[in-house]
């Protein structure tokens, strides 16, 4: 059952990521950017309790639990995801940002449930600035 709930939660929110870049234009930078802005509505909503993936993978104490494969597996579509504006804004490593970025999300998801405060999702995207910028000018492929 946990399997199933992660399975269909993966693909909306893999479509949520899509939407969110595609609602912010053509522009690889200003879609990559958008995704921390929807975070930062994301993680201000009322009950945010932080990641389902993270919290299933430290909660699923067995290796071989199925719920493992359906986080990895979102993780890379989302990977992909990244890596694909990235390709597109020309930057020299895109599947290596697009890693960073993950782990940028992945920490909004987190401090957004424990530090809320912090304003997380700001903050990761002005790392995430550092990182589009290694291919130069915004938008400049």
Same mark, same amino acid.
């Given at each position: ?19 969110t870049?595609?609602? @912010?234009g053509?522009?690889?930078h ?13 993680? @201000?909503?009322?009950?945010? *309790?932080?990641?389902?993936? +993270? ?13 493992? =494969? /359906?986080? *990895? ?8 995801? +990244? ?14 940002? =697009?890693?960073?970025?993950?782990l ?10 424990? *530090?809320?405060?912090s ?11 550092? /990182?589009?910028?290694?291919?130069g ?5």
């Open positions: 059952m946990i399997a199933e709930v992660l399975r269909r939660s993966a693909a909306e929110d893999e479509v949520g990521y899509a939407q870049m595609r609602a @912010a053509d522009d690889p200003e879609r990559l950017l958008a995704v921390f802005d929807e975070l930062a509505t994301v993680i @201000a909503q009322p009950g945010f *309790r932080g990641c389902r993936y +993270l919290a299933a993978d430290l909660a699923l104490a067995d290796p071989n639990h199925p719920g493992h =494969a /359906i986080t *990895r597996h979102y993780r890379e579509r989302v990977s992909q995801l +990244l890596a694909g504006e990235l390709v597109r804004l020309g930057h020299p490593q895109p599947a290596h940002a =697009a890693d960073q970025l993950l940028l999300i992945d920490g909004v998801m987190a401090a957004g449930a424990t *530090r809320p405060d304003n997380p999702a700001a903050s990761a995207r002005e790392l995430a600035e550092q /990182i589009l910028a290694q291919h000018e915004p938008g400049v492929s």
